[in-house]
């Protein structure tokens, strides 16, 4: 149940987002300026340390061309009769988004023991903090497992959000099919036809095969991969190890994959691995579409906080991703 101070600290709690909103109260639902838009939008990507590496930006129509912020063909030559030009666009790759609405429910109970735990201040800042990092990790689930687009969506079925919105490997096997691989398998003993030793070897192999000439190169190149494949590839890699020397290569594992930075992001899938620039990931959010409520309800003892967006994913350019949608560990 609430208390006096958690009562007294949830008003407060309201009347800092009105003012922050300009608005007269946050019960109803409003629209927020692209000021507020600006700020919620960068404190829900800082929320989670992975989320702030991609990109997450703001757009004007629901759907449009994508543009590529990481573009890495060449610039600079020389024309005849004329300067030399290259686009900057990525003819084709379209993006569309959809209607997205998040909602951060807080019992009461919590209210009160984070109210009796520090000052108003300090209450406000959880608050917060609670509801930037729900709603920044749903846009990693969703992206890394999104596969539809539902009308009514169900989060007991799919409780990564399949049918939230198609996320950032639906959209490339749709799209740009000969980047994804279906499967391959992982063997340390080599005995399975076909398989790959290590991780080194695998994502190596992808990287030559799949990545377009033109960016296998490219130093801002990075893997990420499941957290089954890691935990395997580690723990093959300890068995074998007889030296501290050995034993640190093995940790360091988790680090970095065939001389390439390796990230595990929340959600992503344990048995997949993919190759792609940071910036190649993008959340798209319609400027103008950005909706807040801020209520206490009584008959459902809980305070109710919601974001109500249009949102969509998009790979930048389709020459610099590439995928194996399993790994199979022998």
């Known amino acids: 149940m609430l208390n006096v101070t958690s009562t007294d600290y949830l008003k407060k709690y309201c009347a800092a987002v009105a003012t922050a909103c300009a608005v007269d109260s946050t019960k109803n639902q409003f629209s927020i300026t692209p000021p507020i838009e600006t700020k919620l939008r960068q404190a829900i990507v800082h929320s989670v340390a992975f989320l702030s590496m991609i990109s997450v930006m703001p757009v004007d129509q629901i759907s449009g061309q994508v543009v590529d912020v990481g573009v890495d063909g060449l610039l600079t030559g020389r024309a005849k009769d004329s300067r030399f030009r290259a686009e900057l666009g990525n003819t084709g790759n379209t993006y569309a988004l959809t209607k997205t609405d998040s909602c951060g429910v807080i019992k009461w109970e919590t209210l009160t023991q984070w109210a009796n735990a520090g000052s108003s201040g300090e209450f406000i800042k959880l608050m917060n903090n609670a509801i930037t990092r729900s709603f920044a990790l749903d846009i990693l689930r969703i992206g890394f497992n999104g596969t539809s687009i539902s009308v009514v969506t169900d989060p007991e079925t799919n409780k990564l959000g399949q049918d939230v ?31 790959y030793k290590n991780l080194d070897s695998i994502t190596q192999d992808l990287i030559n095969t799949t990545i377009h000439e033109a960016q296998r190169q490219n130093p801002d190149l990075v893997v990420v991969v499941g957290s089954d494949l890691v935990a395997a590839e580690q723990h093959r890699l300890l068995e074998l190890a007889d030296s501290p020397t050995e034993h640190k290569a093995a940790q360091s594992l988790a680090k970095t994959i065939a001389g390439k930075k390796a990230y595990t992001p929340p959600f992503f899938p344990a048995d997949q691995l993919w190759v792609t620039t940071l910036s190649n990931l993008q959340v798209l959010q319609q400027k103008g579409t950005q909706w807040r409520k801020a209520r206490n309800e009584e008959d459902r003892a ?14 930048g350019d389709f020459n610099k991703f590439a995928a194996i949608k399993s790994v199979k560990i022998a």
């Open 165 to 195: 919105n198609k996320g950032w490997l639906k959209i490339v096997e749709e799209k740009s099919p000969a980047q994804v691989i279906a499967s391959v398998t992982l063997d340390a003993s080599g005995k399975t036809k076909d398989s």
């Open 302 to 315: 809980q305070f109710e906080n919601s974001f109500l967006r249009m949102e969509g994913y998009a790979v």
